[in-house]
């Protein structure tokens, strides 16, 4: 007795599909290589993150070292010595500290900025990663149906939708750190002319 029921058609996995389609092979393994890539570089510039962090922190112990240290030789050398001159003199001591304060600052700001653009660096790695994982996701489930013009241009429209949503900030950490150590050094110019004049 025979069944009127039509047998099911054999579909395919995707992955099988891919496999017998070399277009759609070799779109798979460029894009697996090209997640191998990104993912070295992100690491590269994590660790170049922690680096110039390290390299920040070092400025930060020597501009509280350099400035304890000058303040504590000026106030042993007055309490030795107590001569009046020492006031009319102050503004070379003034003047070396302001100078190397300054110094000091920039070279901070100039480390945080360099973070800065690292970080946006590394965002935009994360970003064009998470791109490339949705795109191999997509494509191994779709299989030959897998559009590339319609699926990659759609999740490039969501991701530039959230690019423009972020917020623009006016004051960074960055500034509030510059005003921080420009603050403490008109306060180290203030202790240096109180310890040489009194």
Known sequence: MMSDQDPKPNVQHPLHQIAESPTHKLLLKQWLKEEELILSRI???????????????????????FHSTSLLLLFSSVSKSPNSESCHRSWIPSLCSLLCSLALIWAIRYK???????????????EDG??????V????????DFDLLKEVDALRRAKSLKVEAKVVRKWSAR???????????????????????N
């Open 43 to 65: 690491a590269l510039k994590e660790i170049q993150i922690d680096t110039v962090r390290k390299e920040i922190t070092q400025i930060y112990c020597f501009y509280f070292l």
């Open 112 to 126: 945080t900025d360099v973070e800065t653009h690292m970080e946006k660096l590394l965002e935009r790695e994360k």
């Open 130 to 135: 998470q791109l490339l994982a949705k795109c």
């Open 137 to 144: 996701v997509e494509l191994k489930k779709k299989g030959v």
């Open 175 to 197: 500034d509030f750190v510059t005003l921080f150590f420009f603050v403490v050094s008109c306060l180290v110019l203030g202790l240096t002319r109180i310890v040489l004049c």
